[in-house]
């Protein structure tokens, strides 16, 4: 019977291994949690997925605007019953209208005739640089066409090329001379078209000056041809001929027609440009009417409608200006542009930069 006992302790040790054995299935699902948690992360990259179709919707509101201009010119000029009213909603004039914004032209289209200079005439013809200032007196012997004094100065053009012109009255009464002078100028393609006019428009200092900016349509020789505002006046004038060195990230040139959209409060004509900006970004705005036939107004709107800046008409009477609006933030812009009086229409430059 005594060695029967420690026979009996042997199976003892036996179950004891089978207790690691139970254990080590335990690592097993501790494994398969983290293999759960990873389907946790995949759900999170899904949700920045369900906010990209939030920002989707405002580049559309620009391009539904584009193609049927209807809904999206009403919006800018729903806000602009304030300065300006609505447009009447005509499809005809509403294709009509926006062409001019989406498509931008190169250089000034000449004027319909008019031309103070006939090409059979044998002309006194002074040269101008880009440099020095040009000084004269127009008098009662100088070449005379439809009741005006003139005088001519020709330079070299290029296509596309950028310039500006200065010309600057004076304000001498003397009794002596009265060399007092209103000036006015014209400015003909090689062709021998006008392609700008302008007049002075307000006084700086008492001095009246005509200042104008001016993309050239083709190259070959151009005339500025100076002469007063006022048939027969004569007076003593300096004139200024410098390159446009600024940097225009819009620039059109359009026309306000019989086919323009129209405001419904006074019937005004307006076309619509439009533009990506950022925010806190200054832009300048340019509106010239090209050959004097209307007094400009321009309305910059937002993607909203709502009014971002007006025209400050402090530049004279056929320009409209916005100097250094500041953006209040990344948004696509809209430039509405008017005609202060309803009756009047025609051939505008707008520049932005």
């Known amino acids: 019977p005594r060695p029967s006992r420690p026979v009996e302790t042997e199976p003892a040790p036996s179950p004891r291994p089978s207790r690691p054995v139970e254990t080590e299935p335990a690592p097993s699902p501790r494994p398969s949690r983290p293999v759960e948690t990873e389907p946790a992360p995949s759900p999170r990259p899904s949700r920045p997925v369900e906010t990209e179709p939030a920002p989707s919707p405002r580049p559309s509101r620009p391009v539904n605007t584009s193609p049927a201009t209807s809904?999206?010119?009403?919006?800018p000029v729903e806000t602009e019953p304030t300065p300006r009213p609505v447009n009447n909603g005509s499809a005809r004039p509403q294709q009509g209208g926006y062409q001019p914004t989406t498509k931008p032209r190169t250089g000034n289209k000449p004027i319909?005739?008019?031309?103070?200079?006939?090409?059979?005439?044998?002309?006194?013809?002074?040269?101008?640089?880009?440099?020095?200032?040009?000084f004269g007196i127009l008098g009662k012997r100088d070449f005379q066409s439809?009741?005006?004094?003139?005088?001519?100065?020709?330079?070299?053009?290029?296509?596309?090329?950028?310039i500006q012109i200065r010309l600057g009255g004076s304000t001498d009464t003397r009794q002596a001379n009265n060399l007092s002078l209103n000036p006015y100028m014209f400015v003909l393609d090689p062709n021998n078209?006008?392609?700008?006019?302008?007049?002075?428009?307000?006084t700086t200092g008492g001095i009246k000056d005509?200042?104008?900016?001016?993309?050239?349509?083709?190259?070959?020789?151009?005339?500025?041809?100076?002469?007063?505002?006022?048939?027969?006046?004569?007076?003593?004038?300096?004139?200024?001929?410098?390159?446009?060195?600024?940097?225009?990230?819009?620039?059109?040139?359009?026309?306000?027609?019989?086919?323009?959209l129209t405001l419904k409060q006074n019937k005004s004509p307006y076309d619509v440009s439009k533009f990506e900006g950022k925010k806190d970004q200054l832009v300048s705005i340019r509106v010239d009417s090209e050959f004097e036939e209307f007094s400009?107004?321009?309305?910059?709107?937002?993607?909203?409608?709502?009014?971002?800046?007006?025209?400050?008409?402090?530049?004279?009477?056929?320009?409209?200006?916005?100097?250094?609006?500041?953006?209040?933030?990344?948004?696509?812009?809209?430039?509405?542009?008017?005609?202060?009086?309803?009756?009047?229409?025609?051939?505008?430059?707008?520049?932005l930069y």
Do not use: C, M, W
């Open 71 to 75: 809904p999206r010119p009403s919006r």
């Open 112 to 134: 319909r005739g008019g031309s103070p200079i006939s090409p059979q005439a044998n002309l006194n013809y002074k040269p101008i640089n880009f440099v020095d200032f040009a």
């Open 146 to 162: 439809q009741g005006r004094y003139y005088h001519f100065y020709q330079f070299e053009g290029r296509e596309n090329q950028l």
């Open 193 to 202: 078209n006008v392609i700008v006019k302008r007049g002075s428009a307000q």
């Open 210 to 260: 005509a200042f104008v900016f001016v993309r050239l349509p083709v190259q070959g020789t151009y005339t500025i041809a100076v002469t007063s505002r006022n048939p027969g006046d004569t007076g003593r004038y300096s004139l200024a001929l410098r390159n446009d060195r600024a940097s225009y990230a819009l620039d059109e040139t359009a026309e306000l027609t019989a086919q323009s």
């Open 296 to 351: 400009p107004y321009i309305v910059l709107l937002n993607s909203q409608g709502k009014i971002v800046a007006a025209d400050n008409a402090k530049d004279g009477k056929y320009s409209a200006l916005i100097d250094r609006a500041r953006l209040p933030g990344d948004d696509t812009y809209y430039v509405v542009v008017t005609s202060a009086n309803p009756q009047e229409r025609g051939r505008y430059r707008l520049t």
